[in-house]
Structure formats: C-alpha cells, structure tokens
C-alpha cells in the first residue's frame, strides 16, 4: 500500500465527497446518490494511488450524472 501525501489527499477529497453525495442521497431518498456516496467513501481504503483514486472518484460521478440523465 502506497501512503504518500498525495493518495492520503486524493482519499479524502473523494471521502468527502462520497459523505455529501450519501448524506444528500439518504435525505432526498435518491438511490442513485446514496450507493455512489457509498462507494466513494469505501473504495479509496483499498486502492493504491492518488490517480488511480482519482481516476474511479471521476467514473463514479459519471456514472452518477448517466444514470440522472437517464431518470434515475
């Protein structure tokens, strides 16, 4: 596992996001923000590296803008 400060940083700016999107997601009953959220503050724990946290923290909220658009 790879602890320099940039994974460290990269873990908590996509932690912090995934806490706003579940906290949203469980107050607004939207099913879609709430597993994202979810996923987001779990998924930088096992992951090596500030781009590759980066990089699935961006498909994620891609993923979370298709499946709003599609009416989720």
């Known amino acids: 596992m790879d602890f320099d400060g940039g994974t460290i940083i990269a873990g908590i700016v ?23 959220g979810i996923c987001m503050l779990i998924y930088p724990y096992f992951v090596p590296g500030a781009l590759l946290t980066s990089c699935i923290g961006a498909g994620l909220l891609l ?3 298709a499946a709003v658009k599609l009416g989720y």
């Open 14 to 36: 996509v932690s912090g996001v995934g806490y706003v999107l579940w906290r949203y997601g469980r107050k607004m009953s939207r099913p879609p923000h709430l597993v994202v």
């Open 63 to 65: 993923a979370l803008w």
